[in-house]
């Protein structure tokens, strides 16, 4: 069993910050992605950034410049800075990771964080 969970999400003033962390534990081969999902309300759930075994990432366009996604591989954790938050930015972020359970799994699986959420209001 894989587990991911995720902290740092709370209620923030627009033009702040915040830092988000999330941590694979159990049955873990090796990690070949993390990223950080997020929904608000009445809305999709969509990618807000991404980041591979090799360092490489991907963000939304509407958080390019703003968020920055980490990870520190020998702690199988990801990190997601936010900064210049806007009320946009409000959701529940969830925690993904594209897990290889054993060495003898030929593919890997995708779990999900049960979602912190994030506020940005004055």
């Known amino acids: 069993q894989v587990q991911l969970v995720e902290s740092g999400g709370g209620l923030v003033q627009p033009g702040g910050s915040l830092r988000l962390s999330c941590t694979a534990s159990?049955?873990?081969?090796?990690?070949?992605?993390m990223a950080w999902y997020r929904q608000a309300p009445g809305k999709q759930r969509e990618l807000a950034a991404r980041?591979?075994?090799?360092?490489?990432?991907d963000y939304a366009d509407s958080v390019k410049g703003r968020f920055t996604i980490s990870r520190d591989n020998a702690k199988n954790t990801v990190y997601l800075q936010m900064n210049s938050l806007k009320p946009e930015d409000t959701a529940v972020y969830y925690c993904?990771?594209?897990?290889?359970?054993?060495?003898?799994?030929?593919?890997?699986?995708?779990?999900w964080g049960q979602g912190t959420q994030v506020t940005v209001s004055s």
């Open positions: 993904n990771a594209n897990i290889r359970p054993s060495h003898f799994t030929p593919y890997s699986v995708a779990y």
């Open positions: 159990g049955s873990i081969a090796s990690i070949n992605s």
């Open positions: 980041i591979i075994t090799r360092g490489s990432t």
